[in-house]
């Protein structure tokens, strides 16, 4: 009987991201508020920066979401994003400013890059096998010099591993062997959620402390424990220590189902969490603002989560 917003993490930013979101007061409003110039951040040469693709990601997410509520009237209960996406919930849910959340960002982005600098590091997502298994192969072929660690569990057969090339390699084999679907690298030049960001993690609790605390207008679903808050605080940690921990979003998605979500509606850019919601939880109806607009989707969720009251 309710309205979750989802906003999307690194991996799901394309080329021309912010040039395309559709024509809105907000979404002009909130690229001037950015202070940024979206020509230095979303061309193909831009995006291979990680600072770029975070700052660009929370930039399309906000203005996605304030485009449904100011300019639509939505009204959501819920917001979830996920991985760098909590930023753009959090601004959305009034617990950050806009400044704050891009400040951070850019700060967290030069820190897993800094993280990664010696060696090459990525994440691939095995898809076909659980959650377990996906966890056996990253013990089996992780190593001190060559680590593997399980970073996110989308759904119950999709699991993201971050490691080293090298791991990465031997963990597409060991899956292919053990019946999985794919083992499909993700566009991240950094190995997130794990514990090689423990220093950003660190880092980004420092600078979050001395921010005001702010509750949350919408209740927040959590990366690190897939629970929903409504506290200041929660939020906060929750972005600070995600980047070293594995996203939990298979259990937050269903917590949503619970709850009485009918409706979600995906900020840009792209359809990642609009394909795993509808796989984890049928019951909800998951739009893709991207693919649908933003006049088409304000109605559509209208529709859903008035029709199920």
């Known amino acids: 009987m309710s309205l979750a917003l989802l906003f999307p993490g690194q991996g799901a930013q394309r080329p021309h991201m912010l040039h395309d979101l559709p024509p809105s007061p907000a979404v002009t409003a909130v690229v001037d508020e950015s202070g940024w110039q979206i020509d230095d951040l979303d061309s193909a040469a831009a995006l291979a920066s990680t600072v770029n693709v975070q700052i660009a990601l929370v930039i399309?997410?906000?203005?996605?979401?304030?485009?449904?509520?100011?300019?639509?009237?939505?009204?959501?209960?819920?917001?979830?994003?996920?991985?760098?996406?909590?930023?753009?919930?959090?601004?959305?849910?009034?617990?950050?400013?806009?400044a704050e959340a891009l400040t951070a960002v850019e700060l967290r982005g030069w820190s897993m890059e800094h993280a990664c600098a010696q060696g090459d590091w990525g994440m691939a997502a095995v898809s076909g096998l659980p959650t377990r298994a996906a966890a056996e192969i990253a013990a089996e072929v992780g190593t001190d010099v060559d680590p593997l660690w399980v970073a996110n569990v989308n759904a119950a057969t999709q699991t993201v591993l971050s490691g080293t090339d090298r791991a990465l390699l031997r963990a597409a084999d060991a899956a292919s062997r053990a019946g999985a679907q794919s083992c499909e690298r993700l566009d991240v030049a950094v190995a997130s959620h794990c514990p090689i960001q423990q220093d950003t993690a660190r880092l980004m609790a420092e600078h979050l402390a001395q921010l005001p605390r702010r509750l949350p207008t919408y209740r927040y679903l959590t990366n690190t424990r897939g629970?929903?808050?409504?506290?200041?605080?929660?939020?906060?940690?929750?972005?600070?220590?995600?980047?070293?921990?594995?996203?939990?979003?298979?259990?937050?998605?269903?917590?949503?189902?619970?709850?009485?979500?009918?409706?979600?509606?995906?900020?840009?850019?792209?359809?990642?969490?609009?394909?795993?919601?509808?796989?984890?939880v049928p019951s909800i109806t998951a739009i893709s603002l991207t693919d649908n607009g933003f006049a088409a989707t304000a109605r559509l969720a209208a529709r859903m989560t008035a029709s199920a009251t």
């Open 60 to 98: 399309a997410g906000v203005a996605g979401a304030r485009a449904l509520i100011d300019d639509h009237g939505l009204a959501p209960e819920f917001v979830a994003g996920h991985s760098v996406g909590a930023f753009a919930a959090a601004v959305t849910a009034g617990v950050l400013t806009l």
């Open 227 to 280: 629970r929903i808050t409504a506290s200041a605080d929660v939020v906060l940690d929750d972005l600070a220590q995600s980047v070293a921990r594995p996203v939990q979003w298979y259990d937050g998605t269903r917590l949503l189902g619970e709850l009485g979500v009918t409706c979600a509606v995906e900020a840009p850019p792209g359809h990642v969490l609009t394909r795993l919601l509808t796989s984890a």
